[in-house]
């Protein structure tokens, strides 16, 4: 059965339904809604948003580094329970990358997260391009009870694997 998706820009007006989105994934890390409603407005150009049905099923939210405009730093993704295995993320990460040049695609994720991991894994494969893993911030950063993020690189060839 095909699905039809509808992928855009996030804006204002989507900000409460991130919100939501997020604190019902109840493994990401919930932030204030002023910082959705940023997200939605000044980072748009680097967000994305998946609906189905003009219900909000899936979200990548992200930035490009500020001393590095070519690297794009994915910082949450999340997908309602019901709309999982349709691709969504990955979809939304081609979406986003195909709006600007860009040779590095950053994220961290925890060791225990185990999607995510495949997410990237898949996505930099998709991509023909090699995914490193380090330690960005250790548990010992952290003042609270936390994993460590490993930061995940994946150097973007800018050719895709038609295979896959």
């Not at 109840?26 to 948003?49: A, G, P, V």
Request: glycine share 2%; hydrophobic share 35%; charged share 25%.
């Amino acid at each position: 059965m095909s699905v039809n998706i509808t992928l855009k820009k996030p804006d204002k007006s989507n900000s409460k339904e991130i919100f939501k989105i997020i604190k019902e994934s109840r493994t990401l890390d919930l932030n204030s809604e002023y910082l959705y409603l940023l997200l939605s407005t000044h980072f748009q150009d680097s967000c994305s948003l998946a609906f189905i049905k003009d219900e909000l099923a899936s979200l990548v939210l992200a930035y490009y580094l500020p001393n590095e405009s070519k690297t794009l730093f994915i910082w949450q993704i999340a997908t309602k329970k019901e709309f999982r295995g349709n691709n969504l993320t990955l979809k939304l990460l081609e979406d986003i990358v195909s709006r600007k040049e860009i040779n590095k695609l950053i994220t961290t994720v925890s060791p225990n997260n185990i999607a995510s991991s495949k997410i990237f894994e898949k996505f930099a494969k998709n991509n023909n391009s090699e995914l490193t893993k380090s330690i960005l911030f250790s548990k010992d950063d952290f003042l609270n009870s936390h994993e460590d993020e490993v930061l995940f690189t994946i150097h973007l060839k800018g050719e895709k694997n038609e295979n896959i």
